[in-house]
């Protein structure tokens, strides 16, 4: 399907970006583009006992490879660009709804399925800033985790509602990258916990 | 089962209080928790094939964000409190206990059971580390290794008695948090190598 | 198989080597010369839902605790020495031969079958490196990746000859083991993607 070849795209660009700018070399380049894109959804799948997505659907490695390639030949560096961020986002929502949907299939109760779609979408991110040893952005000032989770209950709730799959997945899946944008643009945080150390 | 319900609970406060000195913001803080708390027991069910815990028994979730509640309204910081390290000693030895439990039903070889329970009571706390930076102190300082290691070569041995399943367990599971506390007490640690280097 | 346990032995060599270097207690020594060793092959089973390999074959715990040992009574510290780089290469050529024929076996398509060989022969590196919290070798100047894809393409193309499976693994191995050693003899190195921050 597309959609799963550009969110793959997607997250194996900004990871590949993330590499270059930790003066990795091409090896470690590709590598980080691959896990960036492929561990949410490896992790997702190996849970639920089916063989990880790139195994039944080789296609998916031709997008990490393309990402990579788009990389090398792109003279821009520093931050990561508007575009590569508003296709992330895309395929946040993606990854979100359809990790939400594969759980509503196997019949998972609610709090699975939240655990299951928040986790096949940050967890190639959180991977690669591990990788990349720099401070994870997931856990430390990102809104993916949240707008991963209000998507995948959005989902959850419209799953109660006449909508067709694909038509709730669209609503969840753009409200995912509606946040995310709107977080992006209006510098939106979560709160952290301020303390004097006892 | 309430053991299960507490030693979730006390591994996702231990997560929770480091993601918090960490500086991390409050998504971090939960997802920090729900990892150290889970992955021991994901790594162990899909190491034979079975759903991972939280699939099929949703209260455990309710442990994290109960201890990711208690963490927010607490006052306290600094180094984790005396109640939290012996909560997370009960904590370890229910994990270790459970482990060795569900590899003997799975017929594991003495060398597989100790592995799986050991790594099952170790992981969360490593995975941890690894998500907040800092040197893992199950590698460096700490004796929640060797603590699972004695409980789950004492549950194997005491397999061979005429002891039931539980009264196993009790034991097992009580020699690990003895040992865990007294060597908390006592600052007892695992000697280092020290060489010159050549 | 005695080359399934030099392979073990040698990767958990290397591994408790740098758990030496990084001032570790015998404890985390022996964790992180276990992870090193048997990473690769336990992500490669759970990926086909087969059992970790340490499971259904304990002899491989023996290899890590040899190491283990070894490495308690070596005298010698600094770098890693000749020998252990030279088995730790022929664990490589190992790893990814054994990989690629369980992958081929499974009826894995080629991307995915390049994919699993190449990630079971680095994955146990990479996960030491995180926990020692070294920047990993993998990702920034090694050639471990390459010639691990270069002997899994090799594998794949004569699957496609007369050649026996053994014949064919034991050239794919060593040309693994070849590229690995002029690599090292020559420093050849993958280039670096150089940009001035934009």
Redesign the interface.
């Given at each position: 399907m597309a959609l799963d070849f550009i969110a793959t795209f997607a997250f194996a660009l900004v990871g590949a970006h993330t590499?270059?700018n930790r003066?990795?070399?091409?090896?470690?380049?590709l590598?980080?583009a691959?896990v960036s894109a492929l561990s949410g959804g490896?992790f997702r799948n190996?849970?639920?006992?089916i063989?990880?997505a790139?195994?039944?659907r080789?296609y998916l490695?031709?997008a990490v490879i393309a990402a990579f390639l788009a990389?090398?030949i792109s003279?821009?560096?520093?931050r990561v660009g508007k575009y590569a961020l508003a296709l992330d986002s895309l395929g946040l929502g993606f990854a979100v709804v359809a990790a939400a949907q594969i759980a509503v299939a196997h019949h998972?109760?609610?709090?699975?399925t939240l655990?299951?779609a928040v986790l096949s979408g940050?967890l190639g991110g959180?991977i690669r800033d591990?990788?990349c040893?720099v401070?994870?952005v997931?856990?430390?000032?990102?809104?993916n985790?949240?707008a991963a989770l209000i998507g995948a209950i959005t989902f959850i709730a419209l799953c109660h509602t006449p909508l067709t799959y694909l038509e709730n997945g669209a609503i969840s899946g753009l409200l995912v990258v509606l946040i995310r944008l709107l977080s992006i643009k209006f510098r939106w945080?979560?709160?952290?916990?301020s303390?004097?150390?006892?």
């Open positions: 590499a270059v003066g990795m070399d091409v090896g470690g380049i590598f980080v691959g490896t190996m849970a639920l006992q063989h990880p790139w195994i039944d080789p490695l031709f990389t090398l003279k821009r560096s520093g998972l109760m609610i709090g699975a655990v299951l940050v959180l591990v990788l040893q401070p994870p997931l856990l430390h000032r990102e809104t985790g949240s945080n979560l709160p952290r916990i303390r004097r150390q006892a």
